[in-house]
Every structure is written in C-alpha cells, then in structure tokens.
C-alpha cells in the first residue's frame, strides 16, 4: 500500500502563501488522478483540487484563481500552491491517491486575520 506523507502546513496570516507537498513512498502512476482535500472543524471533508495523469485539473469552485496543484511524477509529489489565503482556509489538509484509494495523515494549515 502507498504510503502518502504530506509536509508544507503551518501558519499564516491572511494574504499569505503556503505550499504543500505530498509525496509518495512509491512511484506515483502517471495514471493516477491524485487530489488534495481538506477538513475545517466540524465539517465534512471536501476536496481542494485534483489532478490528473495528463495535468488536467479540477478545482472547487471557491478556490479557483487562489490555489494551484500540480505534479512531478519524477519525485513522486504532488503540491498545491495556496495563495492569498483566508483564515476560511485553515483546515487539516490531506493528499489522496484517487486510483489507490489512500490518504495522507494530514497536514494543518492555519491562517489568521
């Protein structure tokens, strides 16, 4: 089973950046459509973005313009670009593998105004 190990979280203030990263302990197919979700307390998991084997991408619609995923399968990441964040943002943020069925652990991101 692929291990996912997400890094990159932490804190920030409003308008800040952050980028996370997430990589694989294996080689990432280039088929796998890999995503970034995200957990606010007391609400449901939703996803951030995903990306596909060709770099197709999909955002929630919120976040469009804000965030960026991409992808290097030659390191085995995958790493979402979050600018101009909002402390709406702060959330544990996971990585999952959409074609193995497996997530990260998590990593939390927490912005202040």
């Known amino acids: 089973q692929v291990q996912l190990v997400e890094s990159g979280g932490g804190s920030a203030q409003a308008g800040g950046s952050l980028r996370l990263s997430c990589t694989a302990s294996e080689t990432i197919y280039k088929g796998n459509v890999m995503g970034w979700y995200r957990q606010a307390p007391g609400l449901q998991r939703e996803l951030v973005a995903s990306?596909?084997?060709?770099?197709?991408?999909n955002y929630a619609d919120s976040l469009k313009g804000r965030f960026t995923i991409s992808r290097d399968d030659a390191k085995n990441t995958v790493y979402l670009q979050m600018n101009s964040l909002k402390p709406e943002d702060t959330g544990v943020y996971f990585c999952?593998?959409?074609?193995?069925?497996?997530w990260g652990q998590g990593t939390l991101v927490t912005v202040s105004s």
């Open positions: 990306i596909t084997g060709d770099g197709r991408t």
């Open positions: 999952y593998d959409e074609s193995l069925d497996a």
